[in-house]
């Protein structure tokens, strides 16, 4: 039987449809949440030019001019929290979601009724492209940790993106991004020992992380074991048995997720050749 999952609501902002003398609400303004919070959208879509991860998402390289008009359709909502999802396979397709911070999962059921994960997706990353050919999500993607997202509604975008060529390519090269790194993953599993599975990915984490300007050699695995090794082929006690061969070895340390990276050279060395492909396909 599947867990009961809480959807993510394809509407958190409410718009706020009463007189400015009655609700104390300025034109520009929308009411949030059950305390009915007033927030300025002004200041919401200032958020693309200041976002940290801009240059790994949409906004990349962007004219002045287009980059407004991409911020006239992106809508911000509430945090996302762990196990909730933000679509399921099936569901049509609405939006775009660039994750702003947090961190998801991709899966889907096979037909035997167990889960295989997809992929995990960090800040910068665009979720949704499995609906494009379909206009239905192939997948499920649920948060991992508390995490948030701008949403791009997909028709708006569509239209967009044949107005801005600048967006058109972004939207192509992200596609194009997302295919290499599923790539790379699938060259480091075929034909790969437990050991050199682990150090591909941890080396992947790593270098995606420090293109976001966060540390590489030190992080939180929001990913639980059962997920890792669910998603690299293995056995939860062949992981487990792996991560503590790394330790003994000082390659790594571990403090529940917080993974400490000792020997950066060492964890290259064990990813191998997956390791060169996945750098020279995802600088950015």
């Avoid at 609906?131 to 997202?149: F, K, M, N, R």
């Avoid at 984490?205 to 082929?233: P, T, V, W």
Wanted: charged share 25%; proline share 4%.
């Amino acid at each position: 039987m599947r867990p009961c999952r809480c959807r993510y609501p394809a509407t958190e902002l409410r718009k706020a449809n009463t007189p400015s003398s009655q609700c104390g609400t300025r034109r520009g303004s929308i009411l949030v949440g059950h305390n009915q919070q007033v927030v300025n959208l002004s200041g919401l879509r200032a958020n693309c030019r200041s976002c940290s991860v801009s240059e790994l998402c949409l906004p990349r390289r962007l004219k002045e001019d287009d980059l407004c008009r991409l911020e006239t359709i992106v809508r911000y909502g509430r945090p996302i929290h762990r196990h909730e999802h933000l679509f399921d396979a099936g569901d049509p397709l609405q939006f775009m979601y660039a994750v702003r911070s947090g961190s998801f999962k991709s899966y889907m059921y096979t037909q035997s009724g167990e889960e295989e994960i997809l992929g995990f997706h960090l800040p910068g990353e665009l979720l949704g492209f499995d609906a494009i050919e379909t206009d239905y999500h192939v997948c499920s993607v649920v948060a991992l940790e508390t995490s948030s997202v701008c949403k791009f509604p997909f028709s708006s975008l569509e239209r967009l993106c044949q107005s801005v060529p600048g967006l058109h390519r972004q939207m192509y090269r992200l596609i194009g991004g997302e295919l290499s790194r599923e790539h790379a993953i699938l060259l480091s599993l075929r034909h790969r020992s437990a050991q050199e599975r682990l150090a591909c990915f941890l080396w992947n984490i790593s270098k995606r992380l420090e293109q976001r300007g966060l540390a590489g050699q030190e992080f939180s695995l929001s990913m639980s074991r059962h997920d890792i090794a669910n998603y690299l082929g293995l056995t939860e006690e062949t992981l487990c048995r792996v991560f503590a061969r790394f330790q003994d070895e000082g390659v790594l340390s571990l403090d529940k997720r917080r993974c400490h990276i000792h020997e950066m050279a060492r964890l290259r060395s064990l990813a191998g050749e997956s390791a060169v492909s996945f750098r020279s396909e995802q600088s950015p």
